[in-house]
């Protein structure tokens, strides 16, 4: 398997790249879609959670209400660390999971994390990192995610820089054009993503290099 780790900032299109790269054949293993299925009513997660931080992170049909998760672990440093605790390793088990299963073939697996730069993992066969400007990011937030504009600057203060992303690139797909020309960049990147050499046997593992 090729191994390509996608970043970016919240909003930065991430998703839509992943799309994108899906449709040239890539495998995509997305954290953030993992994680709202293991939390699911009925996982033993969302059990974990509601103990440690009570009912009220469940709406009226007793699913997570994520609102009211964030807005907890937003001003409880504490919180954050024990959400981080319980979640995360259930998180990347499932992550592993999924690269052992295309661990043998010649496919490209994207592994979507939205803190890679914050999170590094191990052997990489490259980065892409998605950017725009932060402006741009909270326009679309607030356009097409419901968000306001304080609450979309507020979560991109507290994720790493540009720069920092940008540093671990070795492609940087500039999405502040159209939805064409991302999709011309994707070209571009997927052909540039069959170069790279296959990933070790542990590649993707966490790695607390930072
Ligand atoms: P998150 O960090 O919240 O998961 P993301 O990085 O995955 O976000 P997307 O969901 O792909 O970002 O994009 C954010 C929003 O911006 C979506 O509604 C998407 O449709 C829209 N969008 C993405 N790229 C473009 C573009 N080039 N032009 C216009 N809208 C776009």
């Known amino acids: 398997m090729i191994l390509i780790g996608l970043t970016g900032g919240i909003g930065s299109g991430k998703s839509t790249v992943s799309a994108l790269l899906a449709e040239h054949g890539a495998i995509v293993i997305d954290g953030d879609a993992i994680t709202r299925d293991l939390q699911r009513p ?4 969302l059990k974990v959670l509601v103990e440690r931080f009570g009912p ?3 709406n009226s049909s007793g699913e997570l209400d994520r609102g009211a998760l964030a807005a907890i672990v937003f001003t409880d440093k ?3 660390t024990d959400l981080n605790k319980i979640v995360h390793p259930l ?6 999971r999924r690269m052992a299963e295309q661990r043998h073939t010649d496919n490209v697996v994207v592994l979507d994390i939205p803190l890679l730069a914050e999170n590094p993992r191990k052997g990489l066969s490259g980065v892409i990192v998605v950017d725009i ?3 741009l990011a909270v326009q679309r937030l607030s356009a097409f995610r419901n968000m306001s504009a304080q609450d979309a ?3 991109i203060a507290n994720q790493a820089s540009r720069e920092t992303r940008l540093a671990i690139a070795d492609q940087v797909i500039d999405n502040s054009g159209s939805l064409e ?3 011309f960049q994707v070209d571009r990147v997927w052909e ?3 170069t790279r050499d296959h990933a070790a046997n542990d590649a993707g593992a966490a790695t607390d290099a930072l």
């Open 153 to 155: 600057r507020a979560r």
């Open 181 to 183: 020309e991302l999709k």
């Open 91 to 96: 998180v990347g088990k499932e992550m592993e």
């Open 133 to 135: 400007e932060t402006d």
């Open 78 to 80: 504490e919180a954050l």
């Open 192 to 194: 540039w993503m069959l």
């Open 42 to 45: 009925g996982e033993p997660l």
């Open 56 to 58: 009220e992170i469940l």
